[in-house]
Each structure stands twice: as C-alpha cells, then as structure tokens.
C-alpha cells in the first residue's frame, strides 16, 4: 500500500465512510441486478422494465437542482444515514412482499421512483461530505478508493446478486440489499465531520430557497471552465450513455456470441476501470487537470471509433479496457478538482446541477441511438457515438479557462 492511501486509512472517519460506501456500493449493484427478474416476477416484461428505468430517471430530472440547496443547508453525514434507512426499510419491504407473493408492479415502480429520488440527495452529500473528512492533498487518493470499490462492487455484485435471485429467490437477494444499507447507514454514524462556520455574509442572510439557488447558479457562471464543462458534459454523455448501454449490448450479439461475450464486455471496462483507480490513487497532485481531463475524454472516443471496426475479440477486450481506464480517470479528475475548488457551503449545489447536466440528455440519446440501430446498424450507431464523444472533448480543449484549469 503507498504512504499516502495507508495515511488516508489512518484518517478513522475516512475509513469509516469509505467501508460504509463500499457497502452501500455493493447493495446498488445487487439492487441494479435483480430489477429486471424483480419486474418479470411480478408479471412485466421489456416495456415495463422500461418504464421503471425511466420513473428512476424521472424524479433526479424534477428535483436534482432544487436537492442540492438543501444538501449545503442540512448536514451532509444526516442525509447519508437517513438516505441509507430509507432504502433500507424499501427494499426490505420488497423482500416481504416476495415472500408473501403479493409483489405487484406498482411496487417495483415505487421503488424504482423513491430509490432515483433519494440518490438526489445522497449523491451529492456524499461528494460534499469528502472534503469535510480530509486533507485537500488526499482528495484524488480519496476519489480513486472510492473509485476501486465502485468497479470491485460491480464486478462481484452483479454475480452474487444473480446467483442469488437463480438459486435462492429474488426475497434472500433482496433481504441482503436491506442489511447493506443498513450497515452502511450505521458507519456513517462514526464518521466525525468538520463543521463548517459560516462567514458574517451568510450570518446576516436570509434562509430564501431562491436565494440559496441563485447563489448556486452564480457560482457555475462565473468559473468559466465548471459551466463549459457542464455542457459540454452533457454532450459528451449523449455519446457515452449511448455508447455504454444501447449500442454495447447489440454490438455483443450482432458481432460476437451475445450475452456472454457482453459479459466480457462489461468484465473488460470495469478491470480497465479498476486499474485507472489503483495508478490514478499513487499521484498525489497532478497537473494541467483541464486538459487532462479533455483529453482522457477524447481518448475514450477514439477508442469507440475504433471499435466501431468489429476489430478480434480480443482488441475489443483491450479497447473496452482503455475505455474504462479514461472514463474512471475523467471523473477522479473531476470529482477532485470540483471538491478543492469549490466552497464546501456550495458544493452540494454545484454537484446537483453537474448530475442535471448529465442525465439532462439521456433520454434523447437513448431515443436517437435506438432509431440509428435500426436505420444504420451497429458500426455507423457506434462510430457517431464516438464522433460525439470525441468533439465534445475539442470543444472543452479549445476552451481558455479550461486549459489553465491546474
């Protein structure tokens, strides 16, 4: 272990919300997991499986820009716990239904929809909670553990959430979901956070939502290089999103051998992923942060491009590894940057209005990639994906503020 990731894990608090998230993280994947055999359980098929993605989607849409005034206002480490709770309590409640076999689609969609609602708040506290529980220096070895017990979580939880829901019942996977996020709830108790002081400024304001967002919004507009990078975030993700979970899976059964080769796939980018965390977690401080950050974007697309030429299986492992590897890499780097940069009071709001940005255009790329598949097939499908991907990372490259972003 490095000097500085065995100093992070001396930090109590650090440890303590780091092994509470991994756990969390595993109950997600778990959850993610068993939605489709929880929607055809209770007599649903594609298009209800549909629909419950969407009402996920739906309520971060709706409040995401409002959540992130009351993530600065209410304490960060209350909103994890409760946010854990309730999760808890729903997916346990989900677990009973299955045992009593009256779980009805309407359920899956309560779930569905409050589980989406409750990551608005969850998300961005724990972003915000980070810089409250160490040093500025460790943020990015902070970030690539986080990071490292993302892609673990979604290597191994997949697996046991499907043997799980096969061998035993869709009830014993979803009575585990519960206890995860029941213990993560219960470390983030241990977690001790500096307390933030506000200024004489905010001392004499008044407690106006309004206010409280505007002051948020002012915030992204006068740091040019974060507004520039939330846009071109958004456009950039209509590549990646469609990339990622419209056009892999038809490229795994339209060039290889379907569902197991998508496997691979998925395998593939998260040990990519993994690796980018482990050798990203050893540098303490980088440099040039905007322009690195661009370019592991416009890394990704070209990679995407090159798939797009039905290369051997295993170039398209080794592609879909460095794929990994740069979309891991731009998010540390910009999860770090945003968290030293930004006032801790604002961060929750900031947050808030990047997730809006990149969740803003999914559903017209999933509608467009979806109609190009048909139309033009999976090579044309992905090398546009890659194309979108690619400019969006010139635009931000040809941004001033962005290239002296260190």
């Known amino acids: 272990m490095e000097k500085g990731d065995a100093s992070l894990l001396s930090n109590r608090s650090f440890l303590f919300l780091w092994t509470g998230q991994s756990i969390s993280m595993f109950g997600l994947a778990v959850y993610t997991t068993c939605l489709p055999f929880l929607v055809f359980h209770a007599g649903g098929g594609a298009v209800e499986l549909s629909l419950a993605q969407s009402i996920f989607i739906i309520p971060q849409l709706v409040f995401l820009l409002a959540s992130g005034v009351f993530v600065d206002r209410w304490p960060k480490k209350r909103i994890m716990m409760i946010a854990d709770l309730i999760r808890s309590l729903l997916v346990f409640s989900v677990a009973i239904l299955l045992v009593v076999e009256e779980l009805r689609l309407i359920h899956v969609y309560l779930l569905t929809g409050i589980i989406g609602l409750i990551g608005t708040f969850y998300r961005p506290a724990v972003r915000g909670i980070t810089p409250l529980i160490v040093e500025k220096t460790q943020l990015i070895s902070a970030n690539s553990l986080r990071s490292i017990s993302q892609q673990v979580n979604e290597m191994i939880g997949p697996a046991i959430g499907g043997f799980l829901a096969a061998s035993i019942g869709l009830y014993v996977a979803y009575a585990i979901n519960a206890v995860t996020f029941l213990l993560s709830a219960l470390l983030v108790t241990l977690v001790a956070v500096r307390t933030v002081v506000p200024d004489e400024e905010e001392n004499g304001r008044s407690d106006n939502f309004l206010d409280d967002f505007v002051e948020g919004w002012k915030t992204v507009r006068k740091r040019g290089w974060l507004g520039a990078s939330i846009l071109i975030g958004s456009v950039s993700n209509v590549g990646i999103a469609a990339f990622d979970v419209i056009i892999l899976p038809v490229y795994a059964a339209s060039a290889f051998q379907g569902v197991r080769t998508y496997g691979l796939f998925l395998s593939s980018m998260a040990i990519g992923a993994l690796v980018c965390a482990v050798v990203i977690g050893k540098i303490n401080k980088l440099s040039n942060r905007g322009v690195l950050y661009y370019l592991f974007i416009g890394l990704s697309g070209v990679f995407v491009l090159c798939l797009s030429l039905k290369p051997a299986l295993w170039l398209t492992l080794l592609l879909l590894s460095g794929i990994g590897f740069c979309l891991t890499a731009f998010i540390i780097i ?35 990639f979806g109609f190009l598949l048909e139309k033009m097939g999976v090579s044309w499908s992905m090398s546009l994906a890659g194309l979108v991907i690619l400019a969006a990372s010139l635009l931000g490259l040809a941004n001033r503020r962005v290239r002296e972003l260190n």
Do not use: H, N
Not at 338 to 344: H, N, R, V
Not at 347 to 368: D, H, I
């Open 334 to 368: 910009w999860d770090s940057v945003t968290q030293e940069l930004i006032d801790e009071k604002l961060l929750g709001r900031v947050v808030s209005f990047e997730m809006f940005g990149g969740l803003a255009l999914l559903p017209l790329s999933y509608a467009l």
